[in-house]
């Protein structure tokens, strides 16, 4: 079925520890981009990417890289994983950044202990 | 920072009522957007309504837009337990679509 998918859907990490989102798309889109969810704070950017090659910093970056090597890929990499990261993390995509609906993924759901 | 506000934040109704949910904004927009989260999944975009467009339609949902007071409302006609679920309006900025906190919407069946 066409759409985003993410993976791990759970992982619990000790403070330190680094890891990767991975994400997938493959509907083709231009945009993806990376939210994270926290109760109370609606969904947050944290990075994000117009095509392969070019990515930014969306408002929450710190502590997070991304790349995008080809169209399908996104993939987010935890750096040095702190409790403040703790969090439900999707991914999305959209033809483009504003003005088209974003296909989001199931989300990853990252516990740092 | 979220541009979208929700209101209410939580929402209780019977089935077969009418569910409205309120959004603000704060700046100028091109398009709004409404997604439905249910609980532990994605969300699902809903519809999309243009900074020129004043009503827009999609089965049992309506959505207003009104850019002089900056608001949009969702209302969903004839609630079904099924549509339990988190509803998010979104704005674009410069780069994505910001989204608001949401407002819960429970249905009793």
């Known amino acids: 079925n066409a759409g985003v998918t993410q993976t791990p859907k759970f992982q619990v990490l000790k403070t330190g520890q680094s890891m990767t989102l991975q994400c997938a798309q493959d509907m083709n889109h231009e945009y993806m981009s990376w939210y994270r969810q926290d109760p109370g704070m609606g969904l947050r950017l944290i990075h994000y990417s117009v095509g392969a090659g070019i990515t930014d910093q969306g408002e929450v970056p710190n502590g997070y890289n991304v790349s995008r090597s080809t169209t399908e890929d996104f993939p987010l990499r935890l750096l040095s994983a702190a409790p403040s990261q703790t969090s439900v993390y999707f991914c999305?995509?959209?033809?483009?950044?504003?003005?088209?609906?974003?296909?989001f993924g199931s989300g990853t759901r990252l516990t740092v202990v | 920072s979220q541009q979208g506000e929700e209101d209410p934040q939580a929402l209780s109704i019977q089935e077969g009522e009418n569910a409205t949910m309120n959004c603000s904004y704060k700046?100028?927009?091109?398009?709004l957007q409404w997604y439905r989260q249910n609980s532990g999944r994605g969300l699902v975009h809903l519809i999309l309504i243009r900074s020129n467009e004043r009503e827009k339609h999609s089965g049992r949902l309506r959505v207003t837009l009104d850019t002089s007071k900056k608001s949009s409302s969702l209302l969903i006609t004839a609630s079904r337990a099924a549509d339990t679920a988190s509803y998010f309006c979104?704005?674009?900025?410069?780069?994505?679509?910001?989204f608001g906190a949401g407002t819960r919407l429970t249905v009793k069946p």
């Open positions: 979104a704005t674009d900025g410069n780069n994505d679509m910001r």
């Open positions: 700046t100028s927009i091109n398009n």
């Open positions: 999305a995509s959209s033809y483009r950044e504003t003005g088209y609906g974003y296909t």
